[in-house]
């Protein structure tokens, strides 16, 4: 025989008599007794928690939805509106100098509320909205 063999038996034999030293209905009438009079501990504040998380995400999914929804990007592929920016930008010094000295004219050719000798200073306030309307195009 082996010394497994051995083992084997020996284990066996040991917990024969462990059984039957062991009173299983006694043993269960202990347990329930300790457990009724004293309750395992409950984590109910991981529980608490775990529900602030859960309402914290989805009110943050929630906001990023709608914000998502009430802000709209343009689209990459649209056409961008025209600036006068953009025409200024290729021009020289000296050509900027001449655009300058020369608005009043350039404005007074576009809209007919204004003259050759009319300055927009002297504008008022329905008149100025006219021109920068008429400007808008």
């Not at 025989?1 to 038996?9: A, G, N, P, S």
């Not at 007919?112 to 008022?124: A, G, I, V």
Request: glycine residues 6%; charged residues 30%; without cysteine.
């Amino acid at each position: 025989m082996t010394d497994d063999m051995k083992l084997v038996i020996l284990a066996k034999r040991l917990g024969a008599a462990a059984a039957e030293r062991l009173d299983v209905g006694a043993t269960a009438r202990t347990v329930v007794a300790e457990l009724r009079r004293q309750p395992a501990p409950r984590r109910r504040w991981i529980e608490v928690h775990w529900m602030r998380v859960a309402a914290a995400v989805v009110v943050l999914l929630g906001g990023g939805l709608i914000v998502r929804q009430t802000v709209t990007v343009p689209d990459v592929n649209e056409h961008p509106n025209h600036l006068v920016a953009d025409d200024l930008g290729d021009l020289s010094t000296d050509q900027l100098k001449d655009v300058l000295d020369r608005f009043d004219e350039i404005v007074g050719s576009t809209t007919p509320l204004l003259d050759s000798s009319s300055d927009l200073r002297e504008l008022n306030d329905e008149q100025l909205r006219n021109v920068l309307r008429s400007l808008e195009g």
